[in-house]
C-alpha cells in the first residue's frame, strides 16, 4: 500500500481503522442490551473523551512504529474478537485495546521498539495498567501473534479496497456482536510452508 511508505504521513488506512472501529464500538454499545458482555480489563469506568481517530493520530506521532504495524494490529483485533465473543469491541474498551494492539504489533514487527512505561504514556494510562493489558491481550489470542505474508497481504487489500470506496461496509449487526470483522471472509488456513514470520 503507498500510503504505508512515508512515515511522516498519516496512513490513509489509519484514518480508515478509526472509521471502521468507530462504527464497530457505536454499534455494540447499542447492543449491549441484547446480548451479555463481560467486563475486562480493557473497559473504563467511563468513554474516554478523546475519539478514536485522534487517538490514533496520537499514537502515530509518538509511537514511532512502522506503518505496517497499524494493519497487523488489526489483523491481532479481529483476531481478537472472534476468539473473546464475550468481549465485543466498544467505547468503553476499543482505546485500550487500540493502544495495546499496536505496542504488541510494534514489538513483534520491528526491531526498535519503546517499552511499556513509554506505551503507557502514549495511551494515557499507567505503567502497571499497559503490563496487564498486554498479558490479557497475549492471552486473548491464545499467543497467535504471527502473521504470514498471505494473511496481511489479504488485510490489506480489503483496507485498500474499502478506501477506494470511501467508506466502510455497512455493519451486520449480529456479526459486528461477535467479532471486527466486517462482510469479510478472511482466511488463516495457514500451510505448513507459509508458517513464517513476515518480514515487512
Known amino acids: 500500500m503507498a500510503e504505508l511508505e512515508n512515515p511522516h504521513v498519516m496512513p490513509k488506512a489509519i484514518t480508515f481503522l478509526s472509521s471502521l472501529l468507530q462504527r464497530v464500538s457505536e454499534s455494540n454499545d447499542s447492543n449491549r442490551r441484547f446480548e451479555p458482555q463481560r467486563i475486562s480489563v480493557f473497559h473504563g469506568l467511563t468513554r474516554p473523551t478523546i475519539s478514536i481517530q485522534s487517538y490514533l493520530e496520537r499514537i502515530f506521532k509518538y509511537a514511532n512504529c512502522s506503518p505496517s504495524c497499524y494493519v497487523v494490529a488489526y489483523i ?59 498479558v490479557d491481550f497475549l492471552f486473548g489470542l ?6 504470514t505474508p498471505t494473511t496481511f497481504h489479504t488485510y490489506c487489500c480489503y483496507l485498500q479496497r474499502e478506501m477506494l470506496l470511501e467508506s466502510p461496509p455497512p455493519i451486520n449487526p449480529v456479526i459486528a456482536l461477535k467479532s471486527l470483522k466486517l462482510q469479510c471472509c478472511f482466511s488463516e488456513e495457514e500451510s505448513a510452508t507459509q508458517k513464517q514470520q513476515l518480514t515487512v
Open 142 to 147: 491464545s499467543f497467535h501473534l504471527n502473521v
Open 76 to 134: 491481532y483485533l479481529d483476531r481478537f474478537a472472534q476468539r473473546q465473543p464475550s468481549l465485543p469491541i466498544n467505547s468503553f474498551n476499543v482505546h485500550r485495546l487500540i493502544i495495546t494492539s499496536v505496542m504488541v504489533a510494534a514489538k513483534f514487527m520491528d526491531d526498535i521498539y519503546y517499552n511499556n512505561a513509554y506505551y503507557a504514556k502514549v495511551g494515557g494510562i499507567n505503567t502497571v495498567e499497559m503490563n496487564f493489558l498486554e
